[in-house]
């Protein structure tokens, strides 16, 4: 059973950088889809971005041209690179295994997940 271990996450003003890691461990990391959500309090878990395990990616409108995914197999690592953050950007960030064939922007095809890390932008 892969477990994941997010970290990174932390207070930022508007229009600054955060980068967040996803450490895998248990499991054979590169053979599966990754993929970043977020949960804002009072609202559903959101698609953030994902990567294939051929490293194509999904992203996001809202995240589009402002964060990149990528992976490190030998480390066994995912991350997301976020840039010109805004407060809409707030929320508790996961990372999670595609297990299952599907959209990626399906959180019901995704598990198991990381516990999370906090992301703050503030204004």
């Known amino acids: 059973q892969v477990q994941l271990v997010e970290s990174g996450g932390g207070l930022v003003q508007a229009g600054g950088s955060l980068r967040l890691s996803c450490a895998a461990s248990?499991?054979?990391?590169?053979?599966?889809?990754m993929g970043w959500f977020r949960q804002a309090p009072g609202k559903e878990r959101e698609f953030v971005a994902a990567?294939?395990?051929?490293?194509?990616?999904y992203y996001a409108d809202s995240v589009k041209g402002r964060f990149t995914i990528s992976r490190d197999n030998a480390k066994n690592t995912v991350y997301l690179q976020m840039s010109t953050l805004t407060p809409e950007d707030t929320a508790a960030y996961y990372c999670?295994?595609?297990?299952?064939?599907?959209?990626?922007?399906?959180?019901?095809?995704?598990?198991?997940w990381g516990q999370g890390t906090q992301v703050t932008v503030s204004s």
């Open positions: 999670a295994v595609k297990a299952y064939s599907g959209d990626y922007y399906r959180t019901g095809l995704y598990g198991p």
């Open positions: 990567i294939t395990s051929s490293t194509n990616t």
């Open positions: 248990g499991g054979t990391f590169s053979n599966y889809p």
